[in-house]
């Protein structure tokens, strides 16, 4: 049975930083591609980062560039989303997903995690 297991939301003040963890397990991953994506009250899900994971290739939203470093260690089976300089505007709750590399849907996801960033 797959899982992914997010951890490491909170609350940060603008200007601040947060860590968050996916742990995955149940399967392989070898061939997946690995996501973070965050939904706002009202607002619909929208994608934030992915890593192969290899780790050699990686993609972000515009949002996201320059500020969020997607990362994976693969012998923990664990992903990691490095946010910084956070705004109020990235309070969400933020959403582990995997995907196979030639996949165009993202079929397992995690419970996901609150980050709430203060002015």
């Known amino acids: 049975q797959v899982q992914l297991v997010e951890s490491g939301g909170g609350l940060a003040q603008a200007g601040g930083s947060l860590r968050l963890s996916c742990a995955a397990s149940?399967?392989?991953?070898?061939?997946?591609?690995m996501g973070w994506f965050r939904q706002a009250p009202g607002k619909e899900r929208e994608f934030v980062a992915s890593?192969?994971?290899?780790?050699?290739?990686?993609s972000y939203a515009d949002s996201a560039k320059g500020r969020f470093t997607i990362s994976r260690d693969s012998a923990k089976s664990t992903v990691y989303l490095q946010m910084s300089s956070l705004k109020p505007e990235d309070t969400a709750v933020y959403y582990c997903?995997?995907?196979?590399?030639?996949?165009?849907?993202?079929?397992?996801w995690g419970q996901g995690t609150q980050v709430t960033v203060s002015s």
């Open positions: 997903a995997a995907r196979v590399v030639f996949g165009r849907e993202y079929v397992y």
């Open positions: 890593i192969t994971w290899s780790g050699l290739s990686t």
């Open positions: 149940g399967r392989t991953f070898s061939s997946y591609i």
